[in-house]
């Protein structure tokens, strides 16, 4: 929970802007409702420092496959610490946690403008294989 307001600045790189009490209040829900992160910190003692990196992980049961598919929800780098190996050490550990959770892909959504994020994926041993759609609902009244 102290990362929240981390977490709020690197999700805002990615045009999901928050206000620390509310990215602080989804963090709860999304921790207690059994979901994961994880975080990338430079290695140093002393005071609180900014995260260089966050990555959001949700294990989805399905019927057309022979176990769980892990998704990345969420995969953000520091623009300073970006080409460090920050973003492949987090998709890393991400992917040792759904195999060790019996899932038997891993699957990211990319926001079609995020051209370098989609050859970094691609680096990384993933290939496009689907076409997502959205479309937001009402929230309820």
């Not at 999304?30 to 959001?56: K, M």
Request: glycine share 10%.
């Amino acid at each position: 929970m102290s990362d929240a307001p981390e977490v709020a600045r690197l999700l805002a790189t990615l045009g999901y802007e928050w206000a620390i009490k509310e990215m602080s209040s989804r963090l709860s829900v999304f921790l207690a409702s059994g979901e994961y992160g994880l975080v990338a910190v430079r290695s140093q003692a002393g005071a609180t420092r900014p995260l260089l990196g966050v990555v959001t992980l949700h294990i989805t049961p399905v019927l057309h496959r022979a176990g769980p598919v892990g998704r990345l929800t969420a995969l953000v780098v520091d623009e300073s610490a970006r080409g460090q190996g920050v973003g492949r050490a987090l998709a890393n550990a991400a992917e040792a946690y759904f195999v060790a959770r019996g899932c038997v892909l891993v699957e990211v959504t990319s926001n079609n403008r995020l051209t370098d994020a989609h050859a970094f994926y691609e680096r990384l041993g993933y290939t496009a294989t689907s076409l997502r759609f959205g479309k937001p609902l009402p929230r309820p009244t």
